[in-house]
């Protein structure tokens, strides 16, 4: 939350955006001595205004957060520093974009509000993954990393050839897609919401592992500008700015936001004699919000992204020194996208509507060179390729005053074209004797893959007694989706087609259904119970040669849960537990072609049981503590590897822990002082079906140390403070050796922020 202050005669207002009260209004007259009234109401776009009437001045206030919540500690005639609990008028609201309280949905739910985002330097999905049980987030290693693979609940994207992934991201409504797309930067947040288990019949895109819900602060309808720029080890900087102001009061504002960030590469090339492995990246936010009434509002969005790092490195895991690298040729990973998003919504007695148009172009180019000692320069891999994607979301409501009978309808069009300018291994004269190739020369995949995606969706929640909630919902999908393909061997003298251009098309269709019940055991303990199904569809890979492989199944998840949400000592103490099992058929499997590259999927049967236990606290005023723990036991049930026959029954899926958990322990003093400890671990976890290429559990520990005043602060930072040293990407070339990714090694800086 950030909320604003003003003074309009005798009276104190206080402005709180992305916040909702539970009532349409509050008023108290006269509640303490030197207050003559106290009132709350609503505003539209989800803003929470609230006047503090002093009898003769303006009242001093302090401003707290809490669990899920907004403390205002009101004092007349002391200044905001001074006021203390006893003397404080405490008002609460609460801080979500409807007013269910994330404490009473019957969902396996993480929140990882502003303050949080701020205090951990939360500013990518690697970092609100380390702070969400069973939820994995993997670059390729620490350098110019050119695809990402993640997991929630057993189910990841390693087979990263299918066009639809298992997992919904959002940024403001806008769903993104492909791992190699999610390397983007994060800036001026106003929350994050990770829901685990299917999430089809509430949202647009279908997405059975899950949902990343990632919500920019709105503009504020008085000037804020927020600034703040970090240094650190290997020449890292980081500037951030923001500013929001109103044009027209009450009715038309805008914000603006923007960072860059770059850093040297912590890779050593003995071979070129210089670091290798850099980071950049300038990207920026532009949101208009216009409110033309109390029923409506017309927000538009625009991102901009554009990355420039260096070659992803590669180097053995044994080695003696990872990040000491033999490359012949440095290459770079090159990623731009920009967003476009017009949302219209309303909000009156007898329903909600919510419109959300959206377009997004993201193009990634890759230069990678291989990672040898000594230099080889066999082959180096060349990537050029682009997605755009529209969407069109209709959703119809019911208001958010309606109690014992909730429902939602929703429409959703997705258009998706996904062009692969160059998919290719350039080789050298060296690289075509070891791999037995004619010659030297490029052997080079150029596609087109198409889908059209249309959905209803929906969902009901009845009463039928105070205590009990019955929600059903129900989604239908269809898909058309189409591969254009040909495959060439091009040398220096001559174009020699190895596989011929394909043309194929087909459509794919599901039904599919969510059933649930929660029950409020008291007003503070809530259980539940879900059966859902998650949904893949059928799909072409674009880099399969022969018609036999080039078609991969539908991926069907059902997903059983029960969980118990609890809050204890009026609110400072919550504690939630989910149990689910997640039964996959049909789970689309990567495969490697007898080169030892990826070029295939195939199909099989996974079986993912575990858990998610979650416990914040504040057992002293500016004490936080929260612990995290997920645990997930993630095996494939069928499966054999149709080119190989081996059997790999009953072996961990790759890409997913079996262990994930993170506690933080954080204390903000009054007197300004600041620090916080956070503790993030990972269970084992193996990164190729046979289970061969493996890390070992392994923990990091971050510190941050700082002095605040009320509009500025600066501090110290330390991540992965002992320099721990793990793997987050591995295969065997040449076996039995392993090759493997790298994570980040030891980083530490200094930040200094101001807000006015």
Same mark, same amino acid.
């Given at each position: 939350?950030?909320?604003?202050?003003?003074?309009?005669? +005798?009276?104190?207002?206080?402005?709180?955006?992305?916040?909702?009260?539970?009532?349409?209004?509050?008023?108290?007259?006269?509640?303490?001595?030197?207050?003559?009234?106290?009132?709350?109401?609503?505003?539209?776009?989800?803003? /929470?205004?609230?006047?503090?009437?002093?009898?003769?001045?303006?009242?001093?206030?302090?401003?707290?957060?809490?669990?899920q919540s907004l403390v205002l500690g009101i004092t007349p005639g002391i200044a905001a520093a001074e006021v203390t609990d006893e003397e404080a008028i405490n008002i609460v609201v609460t801080a979500q974009k409807t007013p269910e309280d994330s404490?009473?949905?019957?969902?396996?739910?993480?929140?990882?509000?502003?303050?949080?985002?701020?205090?951990?330097?939360?500013?990518?999905?690697?970092? =609100?993954?380390?702070?969400?049980?069973?939820?994995?987030?993997?670059?390729?290693?620490?350098?110019?990393?050119?695809?990402?693979?993640?997991?929630?609940?057993?189910?990841?994207?390693?087979?990263?050839?299918?066009?639809?992934?298992?997992?919904?991201?959002?940024?403001?409504?806008?769903?993104?897609?492909?791992?190699?797309?999610?390397?983007?930067?994060?800036?001026?947040?106003?929350?994050?919401?990770?829901?685990?288990?299917?999430?089809?019949?509430?949202?647009?895109?279908?997405?059975?592992?899950?949902?990343?819900?990632? =919500?920019?602060?709105?503009?504020?309808?008085?000037?804020?500008?927020?600034?703040?720029?970090?240094?650190?080890?290997?020449?890292?900087?980081?500037?951030?700015?923001?500013?929001?102001?109103?044009?027209?009061?009450?009715?038309?504002?805008?914000? %603006?936001?923007?960072?860059?960030?770059?850093?040297?590469?912590?890779?050593?090339?003995?071979?070129?004699?210089?670091?290798?492995?850099?980071?950049?990246?300038?990207?920026?936010?532009?949101?208009? @919000?216009?409110?033309?009434?109390?029923?409506?509002?017309?927000?538009?969005?625009?991102?901009?992204?554009?990355?420039?790092?260096?070659?992803?490195?590669?180097?053995?895991?044994?080695?003696?020194?990872?990040?000491?690298?033999?490359?012949?040729?440095?290459?770079?990973?090159?990623?731009?996208?920009?967003?476009?998003?017009?949302?219209?919504?309303?909000?009156?007695?007898?329903?909600?509507?919510?419109?959300?148009?959206?377009?997004?172009?993201?193009?990634?180019? !890759?230069?990678?060179?291989?990672?040898?000692?000594?230099?080889?320069?066999?082959?180096?891999?060349?990537?050029?390729?682009?997605?755009?994607?529209?969407?069109?979301?209709?959703?119809?409501?019911?208001?958010?005053?309606?109690?014992?009978?909730?429902?939602?309808?929703?429409?959703?069009?997705?258009?998706?074209?996904?062009?692969?300018?160059?998919?290719?291994?350039?080789?050298?004269? %060296?690289?075509?004797?070891?791999?037995?190739?004619?010659?030297?020369?490029?052997?080079?995949?150029?596609?087109?893959?198409?889908?059209?995606?249309?959905?209803?969706?929906?969902?009901?929640?009845?009463?039928?007694?105070?205590? @009990?909630?019955?929600?059903?919902? %129900?989604?239908?999908?269809?898909?058309?989706?189409?591969?254009?393909?040909?495959?060439?061997?091009?040398?220096?003298?001559?174009?020699?087609?190895?596989?011929?251009?394909?043309?194929?098309?087909?459509?794919?269709?599901? !039904?599919?259904?969510?059933?649930? %019940?929660?029950?409020?055991?008291?007003?503070?303990?809530?259980?539940?119970?879900?059966?859902?199904?998650?949904?893949?569809?059928?799909?072409?890979?674009?880099?399969?040669?022969?018609?036999?492989?080039?078609?991969?199944?539908?991926?069907?998840?059902?997903?059983?849960?029960?969980?118990?949400?609890?809050?204890?000592?009026?609110?400072?103490?919550?504690?939630?537990?989910? =149990?689910?099992?997640?039964?996959?058929?049909?789970?689309?499997?990567?495969?490697?072609?007898? @080169?030892?590259?990826?070029?295939?999927?195939?199909?099989?049967?996974?079986?993912?049981?575990?858990?998610?236990?979650?416990?914040?606290?504040?057992?002293?005023?500016?004490?936080?503590?929260? @612990?995290?723990?997920?645990?997930?036991?993630?095996?494939?049930?069928?499966?054999?590897?149709?080119?190989?026959?081996?059997?790999?029954?009953?072996?961990?899926?790759?890409? !997913?822990?079996?262990?994930?958990?993170?506690?933080?322990?954080?204390?903000?003093?009054?007197?300004?002082?600041?620090?916080?400890?956070?503790?993030?671990?990972?269970?084992?976890?193996?990164?190729?079906?046979?289970?061969?290429?493996?890390?070992?559990?392994?923990?990091?520990? +971050?510190?941050?140390?700082?002095?605040?005043?009320?509009?500025?602060?600066?501090? /110290?930072?330390?991540?992965?403070?002992?320099?721990?040293?793990?793997?987050?990407?591995?295969?065997?070339?040449?076996?039995?050796?392993?090759?493997?990714?790298?994570?980040?090694?030891?980083?530490?800086?200094?930040?200094?922020?101001?807000?006015?």
């Amino acid at each position: 939350m950030a909320p604003t202050t003003s003074t309009l005669g +005798n009276a104190l207002i206080v402005e709180i955006p992305n916040a909702v009260l539970t009532s349409d209004r509050f008023e108290r007259a006269e509640p303490a001595e030197g207050i003559a009234l106290i009132t709350a109401e609503n505003l539209p776009d989800n803003r /929470v205004r609230i006047a503090i009437t002093g009898n003769d001045v303006p009242p001093a206030v302090a401003v707290r957060s809490g669990l899920q919540s907004l403390v205002l500690g009101i004092t007349p005639g002391i200044a905001a520093a001074e006021v203390t609990d006893e003397e404080a008028i405490n008002i609460v609201v609460t801080a979500q974009k409807t007013p269910e309280d994330s404490q009473d949905v019957p969902i396996s739910l993480t929140v990882i509000p502003q303050q949080t985002l701020e205090d951990a330097q939360i500013n990518d999905l690697t970092g =609100i993954s380390r702070n969400t049980p069973n939820f994995s987030f993997f670059p390729t290693n620490a350098g110019g990393s050119d695809f990402s693979y993640y997991s929630i609940r057993g189910l990841n994207n390693f087979n990263f050839l299918v066009s639809q992934d298992s997992v919904g991201y959002y940024i403001d409504d806008v769903p993104f897609d492909f791992g190699a797309f999610l390397d983007v930067g994060l800036v001026d947040l106003e929350r994050v919401e990770v829901l685990r288990g299917p999430q089809s019949t509430l949202y647009g895109r279908s997405s059975p592992a899950g949902v990343v819900n990632i =919500i920019s602060r709105a503009p504020t309808n008085v000037p804020e500008f927020r600034v703040a720029g970090s240094y650190g080890n290997y020449n890292f900087r980081d500037v951030q700015l923001s500013y929001s102001d109103a044009l027209i009061p009450d009715q038309l504002a805008f914000r %603006l936001a923007g960072a860059y960030r770059a850093r040297d590469g912590v890779f050593q090339n003995q071979t070129l004699d210089r670091s290798v492995g850099q980071q950049e990246q300038l990207l920026g936010r532009a949101q208009l @919000l216009w409110t033309p009434s109390e029923e409506w509002s017309v927000s538009f969005n625009t991102y901009v992204s554009d990355a420039n790092n260096g070659d992803p490195v590669f180097t053995r895991q044994d080695a003696d020194n990872p990040f000491e690298t033999f490359k012949a040729v440095d290459g770079f990973v090159r990623l731009d996208s920009n967003t476009q998003a017009l949302r219209i919504g309303y909000s009156g007695a007898g329903f909600r509507a919510t419109s959300i148009t959206a377009r997004r172009f993201s193009r990634q180019e !890759v230069l990678a060179g291989d990672s040898f000692s000594p230099p080889l320069d066999l082959a180096r891999s060349n990537i050029d390729f682009s997605s755009t994607v529209w969407s069109q979301e209709v959703r119809l409501q019911s208001p958010e005053d309606a109690d014992r009978f909730r429902w939602l309808l929703g429409g959703y069009y997705e258009s998706r074209g996904f062009d692969v300018g160059n998919d290719a291994f350039d080789y050298t004269a %060296l690289g075509a004797g070891f791999f037995g190739l004619p010659a030297a020369g490029q052997d080079r995949v150029i596609a087109d893959l198409s889908r059209t995606t249309y959905a209803v969706f929906g969902q009901v929640d009845y009463r039928p007694i105070e205590p @009990l909630n019955l929600f059903a919902g %129900l989604r239908f999908e269809t898909s058309n989706f189409s591969l254009d393909r040909q495959r060439v061997f091009q040398t220096a003298d001559s174009v020699t087609v190895t596989n011929p251009r394909v043309q194929e098309q087909d459509s794919s269709s599901q !039904v599919i259904p969510r059933l649930g %019940l929660q029950y409020d055991i008291s007003p503070t303990i809530m259980a539940y119970a879900t059966i859902a199904q998650g949904y893949r569809p059928e799909g072409f890979n674009y880099r399969a040669d022969t018609a036999d492989i080039r078609r991969y199944q539908e991926e069907i998840t059902w997903t059983y849960e029960t969980g118990i949400k609890s809050a204890w000592l009026d609110n400072r103490l919550t504690a939630n537990l989910s =149990i689910f099992h997640n039964n996959v058929q049909g789970y689309q499997v990567l495969l490697t072609d007898n @080169l030892g590259f990826f070029r295939n999927v195939a199909s099989a049967d996974v079986s993912a049981t575990g858990l998610e236990f979650e416990v914040a606290a504040q057992p002293l005023e500016g004490l936080e503590l929260v @612990l995290g723990l997920g645990y997930v036991n993630s095996r494939f049930t069928r499966y054999q590897n149709p080119l190989t026959g081996v059997d790999f029954n009953d072996n961990r899926v790759p890409f !997913v822990p079996n262990i994930t958990y993170n506690a933080a322990v954080q204390y903000r003093a009054p007197i300004g002082v600041f620090a916080r400890l956070e503790l993030q671990g990972y269970g084992t976890t193996f990164f190729d079906d046979a289970n061969q290429v493996k890390q070992d559990p392994f923990a990091l520990v +971050n510190l941050r140390l700082g002095y605040e005043w009320q509009d500025y602060g600066v501090y /110290v930072f330390a991540n992965n403070l002992f320099d721990t040293r793990y793997i987050t990407s591995g295969f065997q070339f040449p076996p039995p050796n392993v090759t493997a990714g790298f994570g980040e090694p030891v980083t530490y800086g200094v930040q200094v922020r101001a807000e006015f």
